[in-house]
C-alpha cells in the first residue's frame, strides 16, 4: 500500500516566521514516516516557496538556500505541488497538508483559504475562524455575544498614529478617547500580531504614545486594552464547533512584567504549570468557556485558549485564542495533551485525521 502524501509547510512572511521553524521541528518529527510520505515547503520571510530538502536542513537553516521552488496549485483538479528548478517542472500529489505556520499569512485564514480552493484537505482552522481568531479586535466582537468576561477596549486605528507625524492633533484624539475610556496602566496590542509581537504597557500618556506608534508598524488596528492584575491560564481545545474536547488547565508564570515575545521564547525564568492550583469549580469554567468560544468562532482542528484568572476577584476573564498554537519544546498546547495522555505522536495524528473528516 502506498503511503499517504502529506505536505508541511512552515515559515512565511510574518514576525513569528522563526518560531514557526522551531515548532515545525516539533511537528516533522511527530509525524508517523511508515504511513506518510512527507514533503516540506519552506516560505521564506520575503514570500519565496521553496522545496525543503530535509528536516536537518530546517534545524540549521539552510533551506533557505534551494534552489527548488514548490509551489502549491489551486488547480481543484490537480491537488498538487509545482516544483520549479533549473531542470524543468515536475509535480507531486497532495493528500492532506499540515500548515506549521504563526501569524500574518498563516494563522490568518490566507493560506486556508489557497487550500480551500485546491480543495485539499488541511489541519487546523478554516478561514473564517483562523481570520477572526487572528484579529483580536473581531474576536471580542464574537466572545461578547457569550456573556463571556474580557477587558475593556479602546480600538485605534494605525493611520491616525501615522498621521500625528505631521499633525499632532492626531495622536492627542486618541490619547483622549482611551483615557476618557480606561485607566492607567493599559495594554497596547497589534490587532494582528501574535506571540506578542508589538505588544507594550503604558503606565502613562508618554507610554501609551509610544506603545501607539510601536503597535502601528505592526498592524493597520490597536487594541488598548485594560490592564487586568491576574493570574495568566490557558486552555487547549481540539475538535470541530459540532463537537469540541478541552484540556486541563495550564499556567504561565512570566518572568517579565508582561509575556512578552522575550518572556515566551527566551527567558528561561519563564515557566508553564500544568494543571495548577485554582478556586473550585474555575478549571471546569475555564474549559467550558474555551469550548464556547471555540464553538462561537467556528473553530476547527486545533487552538490554544487564553484567560485571567482576576485578583481578589477571582473572575475568569477572556485574554485571546490562538488558532495554530506554537509546537516548540516549551509550548502549551501539546504540553497540555500530554497531561490528558495524548502525547505529541498521538496529538499530531489527530489533527491529520480531523483534516481527512473536514466538511467544506
Given at each position: 500500500m502506498s503511503k499517504c502524501s502529506i505536505v508541511v509547510v512552515f515559515g512565511g512572511q510574518s514576525s513569528e516566521h522563526d518560531i514557526s521553524c522551531i515548532s515545525v521541528q516539533t511537528v516533522a518529527k511527530a509525524i508517523n514516516k511508515d504511513?506518510?510520505?512527507?514533503?516540506?515547503?519552506?516560505?521564506?520571510?520575503?514570500?519565496?516557496?521553496?522545496?525543503v530538502p530535509s528536516l536537518e536542513s530546517?534545524?540549521?537553516?539552510?533551506?533557505?538556500?534551494?534552489?527548488?521552488?514548490?509551489?502549491?496549485?489551486?488547480?481543484?483538479?490537480?491537488?498538487?505541488?509545482?516544483?520549479?528548478?533549473?531542470?524543468?517542472?515536475?509535480?507531486?500529489?497532495?493528500?492532506v497538508i499540515f500548515p506549521v505556520m504563526h501569524g500574518?499569512?498563516?494563522?490568518?485564514?490566507?493560506?486556508?483559504?489557497?487550500?480551500?480552493?485546491?480543495?485539499?484537505?488541511?489541519?487546523?482552522?478554516?478561514?473564517?475562524?483562523?481570520?477572526?481568531?487572528?484579529?483580536?479586535v473581531y474576536t471580542k466582537i464574537i466572545v461578547d455575544d457569550l456573556g463571556i468576561n474580557q477587558a475593556e477596549y479602546?480600538?485605534?486605528r494605525a493611520v491616525d498614529i501615522e498621521k500625528a507625524e505631521t499633525d499632532s492633533s492626531y495622536m492627542d484624539t486618541q490619547v483622549k478617547r482611551v483615557e476618557e475610556k480606561l485607566e492607567y496602566p493599559v495594554f497596547i496590542k497589534p490587532s494582528k500580531a501574535g506571540s506578542s509581537q508589538g505588544v507594550s504597557k503604558a503606565?502613562?500618556?508618554?507610554?501609551?504614545?509610544?506603545?501607539?506608534?510601536?503597535?502601528?508598524?505592526?498592524?493597520?488596528?490597536?487594541?488598548?486594552?485594560?490592564?487586568?492584575?491576574?493570574?495568566?491560564?490557558?486552555?487547549?481545545?481540539?475538535?470541530?464547533?459540532?463537537?469540541?474536547?478541552?484540556s486541563g488547565v495550564g499556567e504561565i508564570l512570566a518572568a517579565a512584567e508582561f509575556y512578552d515575545f522575550d518572556a515566551k521564547y527566551t527567558n528561561a525564568?519563564?515557566?508553564?504549570?500544568?494543571?495548577?492550583?485554582?478556586?473550585?469549580g474555575k478549571t471546569e469554567e475555564i474549559r467550558e468557556a474555551a469550548k464556547a468560544i471555540f464553538a462561537a468562532l467556528d473553530?476547527?482542528?486545533?487552538?490554544?485558549?487564553?484567560?485571567?484568572?482576576?485578583?481578589?476577584?477571582?473572575?475568569?476573564?477572556?485574554?485571546?485564542?490562538?488558532?495554530?498554537?506554537?509546537?516548540?519544546?516549551?509550548?502549551?498546547?501539546?504540553?497540555l495533551w500530554n497531561a490528558q495522555g495524548m502525547d505529541i505522536e498521538a496529538l499530531v495524528e489527530k489533527q491529520i485525521q480531523l483534516a481527512f473528516e473536514r466538511k467544506y
Open positions: 504511513t506518510y510520505d512527507v514533503t516540506y515547503i519552506g516560505i521564506t520571510k520575503e514570500g519565496h516557496w521553496l522545496l530546517i534545524a540549521d537553516g539552510s533551506w533557505v538556500q534551494s534552489k527548488t521552488s514548490a509551489i502549491i496549485s489551486p488547480d481543484a483538479t490537480k491537488k498538487e505541488i509545482i516544483m520549479i528548478s533549473d531542470n524543468g517542472v515536475t509535480t507531486k500529489h497532495i493528500d500574518m499569512y498563516g494563522e490568518d485564514g490566507t493560506i486556508q483559504g489557497l487550500f480551500e480552493m485546491a480543495q485539499i484537505p488541511y489541519v487546523g482552522c478554516g478561514v473564517l475562524a483562523s481570520a477572526a481568531g487572528m484579529d483580536k479602546v480600538l485605534v503606565h502613562d500618556r508618554a507610554e501609551l504614545i509610544e506603545g501607539l506608534k510601536i503597535a502601528a508598524k505592526h498592524d493597520t488596528k490597536i487594541l488598548v486594552e485594560r490592564n487586568i492584575v491576574g493570574r495568566e491560564v490557558e486552555c487547549a481545545v481540539l475538535g470541530s464547533a459540532a463537537e469540541v474536547s478541552a525564568e519563564s515557566q508553564t504549570v500544568i494543571s495548577p492550583d485554582l478556586p473550585e473553530g476547527y482542528g486545533l487552538s490554544r485558549v487564553d484567560f485571567f484568572l482576576e485578583k481578589d476577584t477571582n473572575k475568569i476573564v477572556f485574554n485571546e485564542i490562538n488558532t495554530l498554537p506554537g509546537f516548540t519544546s516549551i509550548s502549551m498546547y501539546p504540553m
